[in-house]
């Protein structure tokens, strides 16, 4: 157990009997009220978000994680195969574990699978941009490419994306896989 002023954001705690990632911690001290930590965080097993009010002088069971780089392989079911870099141990994640941000996910990209002190996944943390080829999206006139406005693309992935009006079919993107948007073309 640890004082929750010396958690920070990343850190995983186990709160009413589950594991939570601090996504945000924010000290208040509100006029003559106590002192309190405002905490945003994202249950990992649900993947649902809690705001909670911890007081100055409460402590929470900070989580001893270890962090380790896999390859992605292949998907086999409702599970995604990666493999061990440097063992070449092949393990399966469930989807629900990744979230939204599975949808980026393509041959060969490098993740980091976050373990629990007993050996379970808690989370699989995602490269921030991946870069992906535009697959199908609709024909753009000259005056489209000269007006702003975005329209739907579908990448390598299966991913739908929108891009802005100059992208075509075959054009290389790249995404935040965070919240699916599109950030620039890449020029290769």
């Known amino acids: 157990m640890t ?41 990992l097993k649900t993947g649902r978000n809690v705001e909670f009010r911890f007081s100055a002088s409460e402590s929470v069971d900070v989580i001893v994680t270890e962090r380790k780089p896999y390859q992605y392989l292949y998907k086999d079911g409702s ?33 980091v699978i976050v373990f629990s002190d007993d050996g379970s996944i808690l989370d699989v943390e995602m490269p921030t941009f991946v870069e992906v080829e ?11 490419r000269a007006t702003s406005g975005t329209k739907p693309a579908i990448v390598e992935t299966g991913a739908e994306v929108g891009v802005p009006m100059f992208i075509q079919t075959g054009s290389i993107i790249r995404v935040d896989t965070r919240t699916g ?8």
């Open 181 to 188: 948007e599109y950030i620039e073309r890449v020029k290769k």
């Open 79 to 111: 599970d995604f195969v990666m493999m061990d870099s440097g063992t070449f141990d092949q393990i399966n994640v469930p989807e629900i574990t990744l979230g939204v941000s599975a949808r980026f996910l393509k041959d060969g990209i490098t993740v």
């Open 134 to 144: 535009v697959t199908e999206t609709s024909p753009t006139t000259k005056d489209d």
């Open 3 to 43: 004082s929750i002023s010396n958690v920070s954001k990343g850190s995983i705690i186990r709160f009413k009997g589950e594991p939570h990632i601090i996504e945000s911690l924010i000290h208040r001290t509100p006029g003559n009220l106590r002192a309190f930590y405002q905490a945003n965080m994202k249950n």
